[in-house]
């Protein structure tokens, strides 16, 4: 009894098969990571229209000039000396307080980042702060920053980098504060692994 097997025709036609469904899933995930990367924009984005909004609003920067967690109580500014800067912690809690609860100018998902935790407000004084070491030291001024040091994809970080910024780890206004991770403009981004500090600079 003879055997019959498959026809080229009908190899061809399952190979080509394959071939699209193995695409379609690459293509979805450069899909889902491009979204990540335009999320993380639109979040620094916010937050800095939050603060132009407020500082229009009150004449001065939310949570700047609190000596306590939280603006006086039924107002959204704070009495202390002003200088432009979120410089300790009882001014970097009150920034959230001022923009989300007293003023709803942002929301708590706004402040919540794609890496499951909550934007802190950091001030760095720049080169003499000893938190941080190597290339990616901060400069001077406030930051959106992780609690918790390097928890952020690194690829993410650098197409962010690359999409709105300098494209560089240790310059600009997104950094790999610890510098674990150093890209630079040539650095194909999805090769990448591991985790990194980010912080993306609001402030001034």
Same mark, same amino acid.
């Given at each position: 009894?003879?055997?019959?097997?498959?026809?080229?025709?009908?190899? *061809?036609?399952?190979? %080509?098969?394959?071939? $699209?469904?193995?695409?379609?899933?690459?293509?979805?995930?450069?899909?889902?990571?491009?979204?990540?990367?335009?999320?993380?924009?639109?979040?620094? !984005?916010?937050?800095?229209?939050?603060? !132009?909004?407020?500082?229009?609003?009150?004449?001065?920067?939310?949570?700047?000039? &609190?000596?306590?967690?939280?603006?006086?109580?039924?107002?959204?500014? &704070?009495?202390?000396?002003?200088?432009? $800067?979120?410089? !300790?912690?009882?001014?970097?809690?009150?920034?959230?307080?001022?923009?989300?609860?007293?003023?709803?100018? $942002?929301? /708590? *998902?706004?402040?919540? /980042?794609?890496?499951?935790?909550? +934007?802190?407000? +950091?001030?760095?004084?720049?080169?003499? !702060?000893?938190?941080? @070491? =190597?290339?990616?030291?901060?400069?001077?001024?406030? +930051?959106?920053?992780?609690?918790?040091?390097?928890?952020?994809?690194?690829?993410?970080? &650098? *197409?962010?980098?690359?999409?709105?910024?300098?494209?560089?780890?240790?310059?600009? %206004?997104?950094?790999?504060?610890?510098?674990?991770?150093?890209?630079?403009?040539?650095?194909? &981004?999805?090769?990448?692994? =591991?985790? @990194?500090?980010?912080?993306?600079?609001?402030?001034?």
């Amino acid at each position: 009894m003879r055997q019959r097997g498959f026809t080229l025709v009908e190899l *061809a036609i399952v190979l %080509v098969i394959i071939g $699209l469904i193995l695409g379609m899933a690459f293509k979805g995930k450069d899909l889902i990571d491009g979204a990540k990367v335009k999320n993380l924009a639109a979040q620094h !984005n916010k937050v800095i229209a939050g603060i !132009n909004i407020f500082y229009e609003k009150y004449g001065s920067y939310p949570g700047d000039g &609190c000596a306590a967690g939280q603006p006086l109580a039924g107002t959204a500014i &704070c009495p202390g000396a002003r200088n432009g $800067l979120i410089e !300790n912690g009882n001014e970097a809690t009150a920034f959230w307080v001022a923009l989300i609860d007293r003023t709803n100018i $942002l929301t /708590s *998902a706004e402040r919540r /980042s794609m890496f499951g935790q909550d +934007w802190n407000i +950091w001030n760095s004084t720049g080169a003499g !702060n000893p938190s941080f @070491v =190597g290339a990616g030291r901060p400069v001077a001024g406030s +930051w959106l920053d992780l609690p918790g040091g390097a928890q952020a994809d690194p690829r993410l970080v &650098c *197409a962010l980098d690359r999409q709105i910024d300098d494209g560089a780890s240790g310059s600009g %206004v997104i950094r790999d504060a610890d510098s674990i991770t150093i890209y630079t403009p040539a650095t194909d &981004c999805w090769s990448l692994t =591991g985790q @990194v500090n980010v912080v993306m600079r609001v402030l001034p």
